[in-house]
T-cell receptor, first 113, second 112 residues
Framework: AQSVTQLGSHVSVSEGALVLLRCNYSSSVPPYLFWYVQYPNQGLQLLLKYTSAATLVKGINDFEAEFKKSETSFHLTKPSAHMSDAAEYFC???????????FGSGTQLTVLP | DGGITQSPKYLFRKEGQNVTLSCEQNLNHDAMYWYRQDPGQGLRLIYYSQIVNDFQKGDIAEGYSVSREKKESFPLTVTSAQKNPTAFYLCASQGFSTGELFFGEGSRLTVL
């Protein structure tokens, strides 16, 4: 079985500050991990993905995430928040023969001026 | 451009009526999915299809039906048996290698 936990349903940061969104996963086999972003009334857009290559993954809009097997984590970071980063972010995992993705419950990011 | 097209974007339905949401993809993907999204509950899987003429129930299939007669199309019918159909519905197809999902823009269904 696989599962995802996103710590913090709401995160607020000031514009220009570091963004850190937390994701922990559970999987009995090496996972594939994903971060998606969703703007209001839109579909989900892939930010980045980990597929067992480099543990530090760079995505679009200066986001990056680090796969830490020992901590079963895949936290999303961005050095400097921009107002346009305000959105909901979802972490997801798929593993083994289970090609279905399991999503976390999401983190709503607010960027304060 | 390649992608997932969902229609309609907004839909209003009276209680007791069935409604069908369209999902079309031109990415040549075999697998397609339907999710329901409610505020604060993330994405919940309704149905998925790994190949044409085959589909499986997800976690919340009751009150919904699907068909997969063509690779490109995976329509979802919300039936009158669905007790609380007001929600945002997302369709996705799945890439071959890494399994990432490609999402449509969603359909918002409101029951009056």
């Amino acid at each position: 079985a696989q599962s995802v936990t996103q710590l913090g349903s709401h995160v607020s940061v000031s514009e220009g500050a570091l963004v850190l969104l937390r994701c922990n996963y559970s999987s009995s086999v090496p996972p594939y991990l994903f971060w998606y972003v969703q703007y209001p009334n839109q579909g989900l857009q892939l930010l980045l993905k980990y597929t067992s290559a480099a543990t530090l993954v760079k995505g679009i809009n200066d986001f990056e995430a680090e796969f830490k097997k020992s901590e079963t984590s895949f936290h999303l970071t961005k050095p400097s928040a921009h107002m346009s980063d305000a959105a909901e972010y979802f972490c997801a995992v798929s593993s083994g023969s289970a090609r279905q993705l399991t999503f976390g419950s999401g983190t709503q990011l607010t960027v304060l001026p | 451009d390649g992608g997932i097209t969902q229609s309609p974007k907004y839909l209003f339905r009276k209680e007791g009526q069935n409604v069908t949401l369209s999902c079309e993809q031109n990415l040549n993907h075999d697998a397609m999915y339907w999710y329901r999204q409610d505020p604060g509950q993330g994405l919940r899987l309704i149905y998925y299809s790994q190949i044409v003429n085959d589909f499986q129930k997800g976690d919340i299939a009751e009150g919904y039906s699907v068909s997969r007669e063509k690779k490109e199309s995976f329509p979802l019918t919300v039936t009158s048996a669905q007790k609380n159909p007001t929600a945002f519905y997302l369709c996705a197809s799945q890439g071959f290698s890494t399994g990432e999902l490609f999402f449509g823009e969603g359909s918002r269904l409101t029951v009056l």
